[in-house]
């Protein structure tokens, strides 16, 4: 118990808590990718679905009704273009049989647009032979859907590298957008961009995508408004490794800086005797003589004398 006029505190601490921005983009990424995965999905289960309907209607000789379910399926797309392809054979086919002569023409001419060597079923009969080679042979005309790509095989690292892109023939039918892709298998990264179709279009690949001594896969497609796939083509870029840096320059061995041969032959020609060795041999010489003959002068001699001792004895008595 406190006394009278005692107030207790009561102290709070709240901590806010924010994520970083990190956690934040990939919960960004991963929405995003729920988000449309189910949408794709779809798309490609429906476009399959319809193309399935067309091919069971053919099969079943439904041709009055094929050639509508095959272009519903094109309508919805998203098909590879070896469906793209067999999707227009068969709906000329069928017209052929049907007698829509013009149509079936058209539908093989969008055929040879996108393969010149398309084939057609064996079911499809003489009609539809006659009117595809007719077909093939206009469409060779003005030439089949063709693109190439001008890139390097081999950039530099840490800069990036453009690739080139040039359609022919010039604005062909059914051609609508132009999807870039450069992919990094093993490092795992990618960059992708589409622009609106053209004669030459260019993209640049960006610096993070040139990582030393990666090998990258460069990939153009060509699609329709529907997003079916008319064209593929790719091409390996290998990204080069950063040369080693040049060490220290080695120091070189100082040498004498030599004389001029004028001032050489000067120096040997003047200054007479003095200039020379003599003045050196004939000093030494001398010096030489001079200790010899002081050795000479104060040697001992050989011969030994020695004078007559005297001595005295005294006797003590």
Not at 54 to 65: E, G, H, S, T
Not at 196 to 203: G, Q
Not at 243 to 256: H, K, N, Q, T
């Amino acid at each position: 118990m406190r006394g009278l006029g005692v107030t207790d505190t009561l102290s709070l601490t709240v901590r806010s808590f924010w994520p970083s921005r990190a956690v934040v983009v990939r919960a960004g990424v991963v929405c995003v990718a729920l988000a449309t995965w189910p949408s794709a999905v779809y798309a490609q289960s429906s476009s399959s679905r319809t193309l399935d309907k067309a091919r069971a209607a053919w099969d079943n000789a439904d041709f009055d009704i094929a050639p509508a379910l095959f272009e519903t399926a094109i309508e919805v797309g998203g098909l590879q273009k070896s469906d793209v392809v067999d999707a227009y054979a068969r709906m000329g086919s069928a017209l052929a049989i049907g007698g829509k002569k013009k149509a079936a023409i058209d539908a093989f001419r969008k055929a040879a647009l996108i393969d010149p060597d398309f084939q057609l079923p064996p079911e499809a009969g003489k009609k539809a032979t006659a009117l595809a080679r007719l077909a093939k042979r206009q469409q060779a005309r003005t030439g089949s859907l063709s693109i190439s790509l001008q890139v390097a095989d081999e950039v530099d690292s840490g800069a990036p590298f453009g690739v080139d892109v040039t359609v022919s023939p010039r604005h062909p039918p059914l051609l609508d957008t132009l999807s870039f892709s450069a992919r990094d298998t093993l490092a795992g990264h990618a960059y992708e961009r589409s622009l609106p179709a053209d004669t030459s279009v260019h993209f640049e690949v960006p610096t993070r995508m040139t990582l030393p001594d990666a090998m990258l896969v460069v990939q153009v497609k060509a699609h329709d408004t529907h997003d079916n796939e008319l064209w593929v083509g790719e091409k390996r870029v290998h990204v080069a490794k950063p040369l080693p840096e040049p060490g220290p320059a080695p120091i070189a061995a100082l040498e004498p800086t030599p004389r001029p041969r004028h001032e050489t032959e000067h120096a040997s020609s003047s200054g007479g005797f003095w200039h020379t060795a003599w003045p050196y041999i004939i000093g030494g010489a001398a010096l030489a003589a001079g200790g010899a003959a002081a050795w000479y002068a104060t040697r001992p001699t050989e011969n030994v004398y020695v004078d007559s001792v005297h001595v005295q004895v005294g006797l003590t008595h």
